[in-house]
Protein backbone atom coordinates (compact mmCIF):
# COMPACT_ATOMS: atom_id res chain seq x y z
CA UNK A 1 0.00 0.00 0.00
CA UNK A 2 0.92 3.01 -1.09
CA UNK A 3 -0.17 6.40 0.07
CA UNK A 4 0.33 9.95 -0.73
CA UNK A 5 1.30 12.80 2.64
CA UNK A 6 -1.73 14.12 2.31
CA UNK A 7 -4.11 11.10 2.92
CA UNK A 8 -1.07 10.23 5.48
CA UNK A 9 -1.59 13.06 7.83
CA UNK A 10 -5.46 12.52 7.60
CA UNK A 11 -5.78 8.74 8.88
CA UNK A 12 -2.92 9.70 11.18
CA UNK A 13 -4.95 12.72 12.50
CA UNK A 14 -7.80 10.04 12.82
CA UNK A 15 -5.83 7.38 14.02
CA UNK A 16 -6.16 4.87 11.78
CA UNK A 17 -2.54 4.39 11.17
CA UNK A 18 0.22 4.08 13.97
CA UNK A 19 2.90 7.01 13.08
CA UNK A 20 5.25 4.47 12.54
CA UNK A 21 4.12 4.09 9.20
CA UNK A 22 5.94 6.47 8.13
CA UNK A 23 9.12 5.95 6.21
CA UNK A 24 12.64 7.72 6.51
CA UNK A 25 13.18 10.61 4.15
CA UNK A 26 17.01 10.33 2.51
CA UNK A 27 18.87 13.26 4.10
CA UNK A 28 20.30 16.09 1.40
CA UNK A 29 23.94 15.84 1.89
CA UNK A 30 26.10 19.37 2.48
CA UNK A 31 29.35 19.51 0.70
CA UNK A 32 30.72 16.65 -0.26
CA UNK A 33 33.16 14.94 -1.95
CA UNK A 34 31.34 12.41 -4.62
CA UNK A 35 32.84 9.33 -5.14
CA UNK A 36 29.90 7.19 -6.53
CA UNK A 37 25.97 8.23 -7.11
CA UNK A 38 25.23 5.29 -7.05
CA UNK A 39 25.66 3.19 -5.12
CA UNK A 40 26.19 6.00 -3.06
CA UNK A 41 29.67 6.75 -1.68
CA UNK A 42 30.35 10.06 -0.48
CA UNK A 43 33.04 11.52 1.61
CA UNK A 44 33.79 14.30 4.33
CA UNK A 45 35.70 17.25 2.96
CA UNK A 46 38.17 18.17 5.49
CA UNK A 47 36.73 21.04 7.02
CA UNK A 48 34.20 18.29 8.53
CA UNK A 49 37.75 17.42 11.15
CA UNK A 50 36.41 20.41 13.00
CA UNK A 51 33.36 19.67 14.02
CA UNK A 52 33.01 17.34 17.36
CA UNK A 53 29.56 15.77 16.31
CA UNK A 54 29.30 14.99 12.34
CA UNK A 55 26.30 16.37 11.71
CA UNK A 56 24.13 13.88 9.62
CA UNK A 57 24.27 16.17 5.97
CA UNK A 58 28.02 15.93 6.70
CA UNK A 59 28.55 12.37 7.54
CA UNK A 60 30.31 10.21 4.91
CA UNK A 61 28.22 7.29 3.25
CA UNK A 62 29.54 3.85 2.06
CA UNK A 63 27.20 1.88 0.47
CA UNK A 64 28.06 -1.55 -1.87
CA UNK A 65 24.40 -1.55 -2.93
CA UNK A 66 21.79 0.50 -3.73
CA UNK A 67 19.99 2.09 -0.58
CA UNK A 68 16.60 0.04 0.41
CA UNK A 69 13.83 2.09 1.86
CA UNK A 70 12.15 -0.16 4.34
CA UNK A 71 8.49 0.40 6.10
CA UNK A 72 8.03 -0.11 9.41
CA UNK A 73 5.46 -1.55 9.52
CA UNK A 74 5.87 -4.76 7.81
CA UNK A 75 10.21 -4.29 9.01
CA UNK A 76 10.72 -7.26 12.17
CA UNK A 77 14.20 -8.20 13.90
CA UNK A 78 14.54 -11.93 13.55
CA UNK A 79 17.34 -13.33 16.03
CA UNK A 80 17.91 -17.18 14.91
CA UNK A 81 20.47 -20.27 14.75
CA UNK A 82 22.54 -21.25 17.95
CA UNK A 83 19.81 -19.98 20.53
CA UNK A 84 17.35 -21.28 22.79
CA UNK A 85 14.39 -19.08 21.78
CA UNK A 86 14.75 -17.69 18.74
CA UNK A 87 13.23 -14.12 18.59
CA UNK A 88 10.93 -11.54 15.97
CA UNK A 89 10.83 -8.37 17.39
CA UNK A 90 9.29 -5.26 16.52
CA UNK A 91 10.80 -1.76 16.47
CA UNK A 92 8.73 -1.19 20.19
CA UNK A 93 10.52 -4.03 21.73
CA UNK A 94 13.97 -3.07 20.99
CA UNK A 95 12.58 0.19 22.35
CA UNK A 96 11.28 -0.91 25.39
CA UNK A 97 15.00 -2.43 26.42
CA UNK A 98 17.33 0.03 27.96
CA UNK A 99 18.66 2.68 25.87
CA UNK A 100 22.04 3.58 25.78
CA UNK A 101 23.67 6.45 23.82
CA UNK A 102 27.39 6.69 23.19
CA UNK A 103 29.55 8.75 20.99
CA UNK A 104 31.73 6.85 18.43
CA UNK A 105 34.10 7.40 15.33
CA UNK A 106 32.83 5.20 12.48
CA UNK A 107 35.20 4.72 9.91
CA UNK A 108 35.71 2.84 6.59
CA UNK A 109 38.51 0.58 6.55
CA UNK A 110 38.86 1.87 2.95
CA UNK A 111 39.68 5.30 4.16
CA UNK A 112 42.83 6.76 2.70
CA UNK A 113 42.90 3.96 0.08
CA UNK A 114 43.66 6.76 -2.87
CA UNK A 115 47.26 7.22 -0.84
CA UNK A 116 48.70 4.00 -1.47
CA UNK A 117 51.14 3.11 -3.97
CA UNK A 118 51.11 1.69 -6.07
CA UNK A 119 48.03 2.08 -6.12
CA UNK A 120 44.75 -0.37 -5.06
CA UNK A 121 41.28 -1.21 -6.80
CA UNK A 122 38.27 0.07 -4.89
CA UNK A 123 36.59 3.51 -4.14
CA UNK A 124 39.40 6.09 -3.88
CA UNK A 125 38.68 7.65 -0.11
CA UNK A 126 40.98 10.73 0.71
CA UNK A 127 40.48 11.54 4.18
CA UNK A 128 37.39 12.03 5.20
CA UNK A 129 35.34 8.35 5.12
CA UNK A 130 35.34 8.57 9.16
CA UNK A 131 32.91 10.87 10.87
CA UNK A 132 32.40 10.92 14.95
CA UNK A 133 28.53 10.27 15.52
CA UNK A 134 26.33 9.80 18.71
CA UNK A 135 24.32 6.89 18.41
CA UNK A 136 21.59 5.68 20.29
CA UNK A 137 19.60 2.41 20.58
CA UNK A 138 19.55 -1.29 22.24
CA UNK A 139 22.47 -3.45 23.16
CA UNK A 140 22.83 -6.29 21.18
CA UNK A 141 23.95 -7.89 24.34
CA UNK A 142 20.50 -8.16 25.68
CA UNK A 143 18.89 -8.86 22.29
CA UNK A 144 21.34 -12.04 22.63
CA UNK A 145 20.45 -12.59 26.33
CA UNK A 146 16.67 -12.77 25.55
CA UNK A 147 17.50 -15.38 22.50
CA UNK A 148 19.71 -17.00 25.68
CA UNK A 149 23.31 -18.11 23.37
CA UNK A 150 24.03 -21.44 23.44
CA UNK A 151 27.19 -22.58 24.16
CA UNK A 152 27.73 -23.57 20.47
CA UNK A 153 27.72 -20.16 19.84
CA UNK A 154 30.81 -18.25 17.66
CA UNK A 155 29.83 -15.68 15.53
CA UNK A 156 26.83 -13.41 15.25
CA UNK A 157 26.28 -12.67 11.64
CA UNK A 158 24.06 -9.78 10.26
CA UNK A 159 22.37 -9.17 7.41
CA UNK A 160 20.96 -6.03 6.19
CA UNK A 161 17.89 -5.64 3.96
CA UNK A 162 19.79 -4.16 0.52
CA UNK A 163 19.70 -6.46 -1.92
CA UNK A 164 22.98 -7.02 -4.08
CA UNK A 165 23.75 -5.24 -7.27
CA UNK A 166 24.16 -7.38 -9.82
CA UNK A 167 26.22 -10.60 -9.41
CA UNK A 168 27.94 -9.15 -6.37
CA UNK A 169 27.86 -11.52 -3.12
CA UNK A 170 25.16 -10.49 -0.35
CA UNK A 171 26.84 -7.99 2.26
CA UNK A 172 26.78 -10.17 5.16
CA UNK A 173 29.02 -9.75 8.15
CA UNK A 174 29.71 -11.61 11.33
CA UNK A 175 31.35 -9.83 14.71
CA UNK A 176 32.79 -12.10 17.63
CA UNK A 177 30.62 -13.52 20.66
CA UNK A 178 32.56 -11.33 22.45
CA UNK A 179 32.49 -7.90 20.89
CA UNK A 180 28.76 -8.81 20.02
CA UNK A 181 28.37 -8.94 23.97
CA UNK A 182 30.56 -5.46 24.57
CA UNK A 183 28.25 -3.28 26.35
CA UNK A 184 29.11 -0.48 23.62
CA UNK A 185 28.11 -2.92 21.10
CA UNK A 186 24.70 -1.42 19.99
CA UNK A 187 21.62 -1.73 17.89
CA UNK A 188 20.85 1.95 17.18
CA UNK A 189 18.04 3.48 15.83
CA UNK A 190 19.05 6.97 16.09
CA UNK A 191 21.71 9.50 14.94
CA UNK A 192 23.23 12.36 16.36
CA UNK A 193 19.45 12.84 18.60
CA UNK A 194 17.38 11.77 15.39
CA UNK A 195 16.20 8.49 13.83
CA UNK A 196 18.51 6.76 12.12
CA UNK A 197 17.97 8.14 8.51
CA UNK A 198 17.99 6.40 5.06
CA UNK A 199 21.51 6.07 4.26
CA UNK A 200 22.63 5.19 7.53
CA UNK A 201 20.59 2.29 8.05
CA UNK A 202 17.24 3.46 8.78
CA UNK A 203 15.22 1.51 10.93
CA UNK A 204 18.17 -0.13 12.58
CA UNK A 205 21.93 -0.71 12.28
CA UNK A 206 25.13 -1.90 14.23
CA UNK A 207 26.96 -0.06 16.30
CA UNK A 208 30.73 -1.52 16.75
CA UNK A 209 32.67 0.98 18.80
CA UNK A 210 36.76 0.83 18.12
CA UNK A 211 36.17 -1.32 15.09
CA UNK A 212 36.22 -0.25 11.50
CA UNK A 213 32.79 0.48 9.65
CA UNK A 214 32.66 -2.92 7.56
CA UNK A 215 31.22 -3.99 10.32
CA UNK A 216 28.69 -1.49 11.57
CA UNK A 217 26.12 -3.37 9.45
CA UNK A 218 22.86 -1.06 8.43
CA UNK A 219 19.39 -2.19 7.35
CA UNK A 220 19.56 -4.86 9.90
CA UNK A 221 17.03 -7.72 9.96
CA UNK A 222 18.56 -10.97 10.45
CA UNK A 223 20.85 -11.55 13.17
CA UNK A 224 21.91 -15.38 13.28
CA UNK A 225 23.96 -16.98 15.71
CA UNK A 226 26.93 -18.88 13.89
CA UNK A 227 28.50 -22.54 15.65
CA UNK A 228 31.62 -21.72 13.32
CA UNK A 229 33.51 -19.06 11.46
CA UNK A 230 31.32 -17.67 8.39
CA UNK A 231 32.65 -18.40 4.61
CA UNK A 232 30.86 -15.98 2.90
CA UNK A 233 32.73 -13.13 0.48
CA UNK A 234 32.80 -10.40 2.83
CA UNK A 235 34.07 -12.06 5.43
CA UNK A 236 36.48 -14.98 3.63
CA UNK A 237 37.49 -12.69 1.21
CA UNK A 238 36.75 -9.04 1.71
CA UNK A 239 38.06 -7.22 4.40
CA UNK A 240 41.51 -8.83 4.96
CA UNK A 241 45.11 -7.81 5.39
CA UNK A 242 48.02 -9.46 5.18
CA UNK A 243 49.35 -10.49 9.12
CA UNK A 244 52.76 -9.68 8.02
CA UNK A 245 54.08 -6.60 5.73
CA UNK A 246 54.10 -7.37 2.01
CA UNK A 247 56.12 -6.31 -0.88
CA UNK A 248 53.91 -3.54 -2.52
CA UNK A 249 51.77 -4.52 -5.14
CA UNK A 250 52.38 -8.78 -4.62
CA UNK A 251 49.85 -10.91 -4.50
CA UNK A 252 49.27 -12.52 -1.03
CA UNK A 253 48.15 -15.78 -0.15
CA UNK A 254 44.63 -16.05 1.75
CA UNK A 255 45.79 -17.54 4.08
CA UNK A 256 48.50 -15.27 5.66
CA UNK A 257 45.40 -12.78 5.51
CA UNK A 258 43.51 -11.74 8.79
CA UNK A 259 39.78 -10.08 9.04
CA UNK A 260 40.31 -5.92 9.66
CA UNK A 261 38.79 -5.37 13.32
CA UNK A 262 39.97 -2.57 15.51
CA UNK A 263 40.61 0.55 13.97
CA UNK A 264 44.33 1.70 14.32
CA UNK A 265 45.19 5.69 15.87
CA UNK A 266 45.30 8.42 13.25
CA UNK A 267 45.02 11.75 13.33
CA UNK A 268 44.44 14.27 10.59
CA UNK A 269 44.72 17.67 9.85
CA UNK A 270 41.67 20.04 9.09
CA UNK A 271 43.40 23.34 8.94
CA UNK A 272 45.41 24.57 7.61
CA UNK A 273 44.85 22.96 4.30
CA UNK A 274 47.63 21.61 2.07
CA UNK A 275 49.39 24.59 0.17
CA UNK A 276 47.96 27.49 2.06
CA UNK A 277 49.47 30.53 2.39
CA UNK A 278 50.37 32.31 5.61
CA UNK A 279 52.04 35.34 6.73
CA UNK A 280 54.89 35.14 8.90
CA UNK A 281 54.64 36.74 12.77
CA UNK A 282 50.64 36.27 12.53
CA UNK A 283 49.63 33.10 14.34
CA UNK A 284 47.71 30.27 12.90
CA UNK A 285 45.80 27.84 14.17
CA UNK A 286 46.64 23.85 13.32
CA UNK A 287 44.39 21.81 13.78
CA UNK A 288 41.97 18.69 13.33
CA UNK A 289 40.88 15.33 14.57
CA UNK A 290 42.35 12.08 16.55
CA UNK A 291 40.70 8.78 17.23
CA UNK A 292 41.83 4.99 17.93
CA UNK A 293 39.94 1.73 18.21
CA UNK A 294 40.47 -0.84 20.84
CA UNK A 295 44.06 -0.47 22.29
CA UNK A 296 42.43 2.54 24.33
CA UNK A 297 41.12 6.71 23.40
CA UNK A 298 43.97 8.99 22.63
CA UNK A 299 46.04 10.39 25.06
CA UNK A 300 47.99 12.89 23.28
CA UNK A 301 48.33 14.81 19.41
CA UNK A 302 51.68 16.64 18.72
CA UNK A 303 52.60 18.80 16.11
CA UNK A 304 55.48 19.27 14.03
CA UNK A 305 55.96 22.18 12.00
CA UNK A 306 59.31 21.44 10.94
CA UNK A 307 58.89 18.21 8.75
CA UNK A 308 59.30 15.69 11.94
CA UNK A 309 62.79 17.08 13.37
CA UNK A 310 60.70 18.00 16.45
CA UNK A 311 57.40 17.61 18.07
CA UNK A 312 55.33 19.42 20.45
CA UNK A 313 52.07 18.53 22.36
CA UNK A 314 48.81 19.87 20.90
CA UNK A 315 45.82 20.80 23.29
CA UNK A 316 43.03 18.36 23.41
CA UNK A 317 39.97 20.85 24.38
CA UNK A 318 36.83 19.68 24.36
CA UNK A 319 34.93 16.45 25.21
CA UNK A 320 36.65 13.34 26.11
CA UNK A 321 34.94 9.63 25.34
CA UNK A 322 35.91 5.87 24.71
CA UNK A 323 35.40 5.65 20.97
CA UNK A 324 34.61 9.04 19.99
CA UNK A 325 37.56 11.40 18.25
CA UNK A 326 38.72 14.44 19.73
CA UNK A 327 39.17 17.10 18.48
CA UNK A 328 42.86 19.20 18.54
CA UNK A 329 44.35 22.60 18.38
CA UNK A 330 47.80 24.15 18.38
CA UNK A 331 48.64 27.88 18.15
CA UNK A 332 51.62 28.91 15.97
CA UNK A 333 53.05 31.66 14.63
CA UNK A 334 55.50 31.25 11.85
CA UNK A 335 58.71 33.33 12.74
CA UNK A 336 59.76 34.02 8.85
CA UNK A 337 58.93 33.64 5.31
CA UNK A 338 59.33 29.76 4.11
CA UNK A 339 57.79 26.53 3.06
CA UNK A 340 57.17 24.47 6.23
CA UNK A 341 56.17 21.15 6.41
CA UNK A 342 53.21 20.84 9.12
CA UNK A 343 52.67 17.32 10.61
CA UNK A 344 50.41 15.44 13.73
CA UNK A 345 50.61 12.30 14.97
CA UNK A 346 48.02 10.88 17.79
CA UNK A 347 49.11 8.81 20.47
CA UNK A 348 46.33 6.56 22.05
CA UNK A 349 46.49 4.98 25.61
CA UNK A 350 47.87 1.82 24.78
CA UNK A 351 51.47 4.62 23.75
CA UNK A 352 50.95 3.57 20.25
CA UNK A 353 51.45 6.20 17.39
CA UNK A 354 51.18 6.59 13.80
CA UNK A 355 53.78 5.07 11.61
CA UNK A 356 55.92 7.64 8.81
CA UNK A 357 55.47 4.68 6.42
CA UNK A 358 52.17 2.89 5.63
CA UNK A 359 52.59 -1.11 4.99
CA UNK A 360 50.60 -1.65 1.70
CA UNK A 361 48.32 -4.10 1.65
CA UNK A 362 46.11 -5.54 -1.23
CA UNK A 363 42.66 -3.71 -0.67
CA UNK A 364 44.05 -0.46 0.56
CA UNK A 365 42.56 -0.69 4.17
CA UNK A 366 43.39 1.77 7.13
CA UNK A 367 45.88 4.40 6.18
CA UNK A 368 47.08 5.99 8.99
CA UNK A 369 50.50 7.36 8.16
CA UNK A 370 51.55 10.52 9.75
CA UNK A 371 49.58 13.28 7.44
CA UNK A 372 51.76 16.30 6.12
CA UNK A 373 50.65 19.87 4.62
CA UNK A 374 53.07 22.13 3.67
CA UNK A 375 52.71 26.26 4.33
CA UNK A 376 54.00 28.68 2.75
CA UNK A 377 54.66 31.74 5.02
CA UNK A 378 55.29 35.06 3.40
CA UNK A 379 56.74 38.50 4.88
CA UNK A 380 54.04 40.34 6.70
CA UNK A 381 53.02 43.80 5.94
CA UNK A 382 54.37 45.76 8.93
CA UNK A 383 50.48 46.48 9.56
CA UNK A 384 49.96 43.32 10.09
CA UNK A 385 52.10 42.72 12.91
CA UNK A 386 50.01 41.18 15.99
CA UNK A 387 49.48 43.80 18.57
CA UNK A 388 49.98 41.36 21.36
CA UNK A 389 53.26 38.01 20.80
CA UNK A 390 51.43 34.88 21.25
CA UNK A 391 53.38 31.88 22.23
CA UNK A 392 53.43 28.84 20.21
CA UNK A 393 51.87 26.06 22.16
CA UNK A 394 48.42 24.02 22.88
CA UNK A 395 45.38 25.84 22.93
CA UNK A 396 44.40 23.84 25.81
CA UNK A 397 40.62 23.41 27.85
CA UNK A 398 42.48 25.64 30.94
CA UNK A 399 40.46 25.79 34.19
CA UNK A 400 39.82 28.55 35.90
CA UNK A 401 42.56 29.96 37.64
CA UNK A 402 44.91 27.94 36.33
CA UNK A 403 47.29 30.05 34.20
CA UNK A 404 47.17 33.25 37.18
CA UNK A 405 48.25 29.87 39.55
CA UNK A 406 50.94 28.00 37.62
CA UNK A 407 52.16 30.31 34.20
CA UNK A 408 52.94 33.13 36.52
CA UNK A 409 56.02 31.14 37.15
CA UNK A 410 56.41 28.66 34.29
CA UNK A 411 55.18 27.43 31.56
CA UNK A 412 52.94 24.77 30.63
CA UNK A 413 55.63 22.47 29.48
CA UNK A 414 57.06 21.99 32.17
CA UNK A 415 53.49 20.42 33.43
CA UNK A 416 53.51 18.29 30.23
CA UNK A 417 56.32 16.70 31.44
CA UNK A 418 54.97 15.27 34.63
CA UNK A 419 53.11 11.92 34.56
CA UNK A 420 51.68 11.66 38.19
CA UNK A 421 48.76 10.24 39.99
CA UNK A 422 46.04 12.32 41.35
CA UNK A 423 47.55 12.35 44.84
CA UNK A 424 50.88 13.42 43.75
CA UNK A 425 49.25 15.90 41.97
CA UNK A 426 47.73 17.23 45.14
CA UNK A 427 51.08 17.38 46.75
CA UNK A 428 52.85 19.19 44.15
CA UNK A 429 50.31 22.05 43.97
CA UNK A 430 50.62 22.13 47.83
CA UNK A 431 54.06 22.69 47.49
CA UNK A 432 53.50 25.35 45.05
CA UNK A 433 50.97 27.15 47.01
CA UNK A 434 53.58 27.17 49.28
CA UNK A 435 56.42 28.40 46.77
CA UNK A 436 53.93 31.49 46.00
CA UNK A 437 51.78 30.08 43.39
CA UNK A 438 48.44 31.83 44.03
CA UNK A 439 45.97 29.11 44.25
CA UNK A 440 42.49 30.32 45.27
CA UNK A 441 40.56 27.45 47.29
CA UNK A 442 37.68 27.73 45.10
CA UNK A 443 39.58 26.87 42.15
CA UNK A 444 41.50 24.50 43.82
CA UNK A 445 39.47 21.19 42.80
CA UNK A 446 39.38 22.90 39.00
CA UNK A 447 42.58 22.79 38.54
CA UNK A 448 43.84 19.22 40.33
CA UNK A 449 41.00 17.95 38.04
CA UNK A 450 42.72 19.10 35.18
CA UNK A 451 46.26 18.11 35.96
CA UNK A 452 44.86 14.57 37.27
CA UNK A 453 42.86 14.17 34.25
CA UNK A 454 45.69 14.86 32.04
CA UNK A 455 48.72 13.83 33.10
CA UNK A 456 48.11 10.62 33.94
CA UNK A 457 51.07 7.93 34.25
CA UNK A 458 50.62 6.77 31.13
CA UNK A 459 49.25 10.15 29.44
CA UNK A 460 51.35 9.28 26.13
N1 LIG B 1 23.78 -3.51 4.85
C1 LIG B 1 24.92 -2.86 4.62
N2 LIG B 1 25.60 -2.38 5.68
C2 LIG B 1 26.75 -1.70 5.52
C3 LIG B 1 27.29 -1.50 4.23
C4 LIG B 1 26.56 -2.00 3.12
O1 LIG B 1 26.94 -1.85 1.97
N3 LIG B 1 25.37 -2.68 3.37
N4 LIG B 1 28.51 -0.84 4.11
C5 LIG B 1 29.38 -0.94 5.27
C6 LIG B 1 30.59 -0.15 5.17
S1 LIG B 1 31.83 -0.78 4.22
C7 LIG B 1 30.75 1.02 5.88
S2 LIG B 1 32.24 1.83 5.87
C8 LIG B 1 29.66 1.59 6.68
C9 LIG B 1 29.36 3.01 6.25
O2 LIG B 1 28.34 3.56 7.05
P1 LIG B 1 27.65 4.95 6.67
O3 LIG B 1 27.22 4.88 5.23
O4 LIG B 1 26.53 5.13 7.61
O5 LIG B 1 28.67 6.03 6.85
O6 LIG B 1 28.46 0.84 6.60
C10 LIG B 1 28.66 -0.57 6.55
N5 LIG B 1 27.40 -1.22 6.61
MO1 LIG C 1 33.74 0.55 4.40
New binding site residues.
Given amino acids: MTLSRRQLVRMCAAGLIPASYVRAAEVTKKNMIVRSVR??DLEMPLDGFSDFITPVER???????YTPNVDLNSWKLSVEGEVHSPLTLAMDDLKRLPRVELVGV?????NGRSHYQPHVPGTQWSFG?V?NGRWAGARLADVLRRAGLKDSARQIL?????VPVGKMPD?Q?TITVKKALDANTLLAFEMNGQRLPV???FPL??IVPGW?????????QTIRVLDRDFDGFWMKTG?RRPEQPVAPGSAVDPAKMRPVTSLKVKSVIATPLDGAGALAGQPLTISGAAWSGDSGPVSAVEVSVDGGRSWRAAGLPGEHSQYGWRLWRYRWTPPAEGYYNVMARAYNSARETQPLVEEWNPSGYQWNVVQRVGVNVTPAAPSLQPAVAQADGPIDDYPAGYQAACHACHGQDMIRQQRLTRAQWEREVNKMAGWGAQVKPEERTGILKYLAGHFTQDWH
Avoid: I
Fill in positions: PQFFVRTHDLECAGSGFDGVDFRQHGRLAGDSWVKWVY
